[in-house]
């Protein structure tokens, strides 16, 4: 493999300050100043009553639902990360993705495609408010092609909230990405910091649940917070089950340290201008050649439609898998799909197409040069021509649950 784009997970650089940050770890088991100095940055942007740190975003995702979910319960987002329904679902509640229409038309050129239905919002909670313990907004949305949600749907979706009486946590993964789109693109907000932003962002919701492995700038961690002194209690105690003691988590302090640094650098107007920018760079001059991608350009990877590309390879045959392996064979980049593989196993064992088969080319943070990305694009300047000899894909193995993380896969004839 010569360039990896499968995840931004985890796969940023850190800076010189958060490696002399790690230098500073204090590895007390309990009440370590490490947490404190993590809790302070923190607090700083998302003044949240109960931290509770994980060693990812999917273990506070798991406690939270463990809490919130179980069967009966539906919990809306505008559209969940596969980990995240994967939870839900494991508690016996319900997800259901409520994206704004436009969000699932690549082609649709919007400056917030991550925006929640609020229609559709509304009427869950009037017809069945009973059975939702609390909404959810994943900023920015990265199953639907990593776009926003502006500030104005964020207010909005709080407002129905209230008006129901339900928490509004945030999935904040990518929460910098957002707070710059909403700066770029939302009408009086052209001059305001991205840290002012955020902070809005963060209390405007009840919670969240974050994997700092994104915009945290670390290679691992998270955390769930929230206001709530009774979820919060259970969430402790389920912390204290499987990550560890509450001021550490599932990390070790010097990951504490880590984060508190990567949570200042990441809303730096230079850093967000960059990144923002190097990641449209890709998408751009992949629109240029013809090849359909998700508009606009999401924050941290570019999305490929993979469906639009290969219209000769139905849904069920696996378009993005088939893209993404000829990526790898041709040029030695590895990507994802996010489509039909990933979301298309229904819970009752069948199989149905994905809303979209997407093919994401994710952009490590702090890690590739703008030639790696030249050659990314000549990489896809190859596969594209040669689009129609590409084949469909099977599955020859894999598990019951989240199968594309493990599946096997051979190529049709
Ligand atoms: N929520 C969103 C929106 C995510 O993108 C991810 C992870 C998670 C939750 C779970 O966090 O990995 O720390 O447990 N997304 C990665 C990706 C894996 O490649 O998009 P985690």
Known sequence: MLIDLLTDSGTSAMSTRQWAALQQGDESYAGSPSWYRFVAALQDLAPYRHIIPTHQGRAAEKILFSIAGGPGAIIPNN??????????????????DLVAACGLDPQHEAPFKGNMDLDRLEELLRREGHRVP??????????GG???????????????????????????CRFAENAWFIREREPGYGDRHPREIAREMFSLADGMTMSAKKDALVNIGGWLALNDDDWAQQARNLLILTEGFPTYGGLAGRDLEAMAV???????????????????????????????????VGGHAVYIDARALLPHIPPLQYPGQALACEMYRAGGIRACEIGTVMFGLQADGSEQPAAM?????????????????????????????????????????????????????????
């Open 262 to 296: 990567g949570l200042e650098e990441v809303l730096e107007e230079d850093y967000l201008r960059y990144r923002i920018t190097s990641t449209a760079y890709l998408g751009q001059a992949l629109d240029a050649l013809g090849i359909p991608i998700v508009k606009p």
């Open 357 to 413: 088969d997407l093919v994401r080319m994710a952009i490590p943070r702090r890690v590739y040069t703008q030639s790696h990305v030249d050659y990314c694009i000549e990489v896809l300047e190859a596969v594209y021509r040669r689009r129609e000899h590409l084949r469909g894909m099977k599955i020859v193995e894999a598990p019951p649950q989240l199968r594309h993380f493990t599946a096997r896969f051979a190529p049709l004839e």
């Open 79 to 96: 559209t969940h990360f596969d980990t995240t329904r994967a939870n839900v679902e494991a508690s016996g509640a319900q997800a259901l």
């Open 146 to 172: 990593g776009q926003p949600v502006s500030m104005e749907n964020i207010r909005q979706t709080r407002a129905l909230c209230q008006r129901y009486g339900k928490p509004l946590f945030l999935d904040a």
């Open 134 to 143: 609390l909404v959810m907004l994943t900023i920015t949305n990265n199953s």
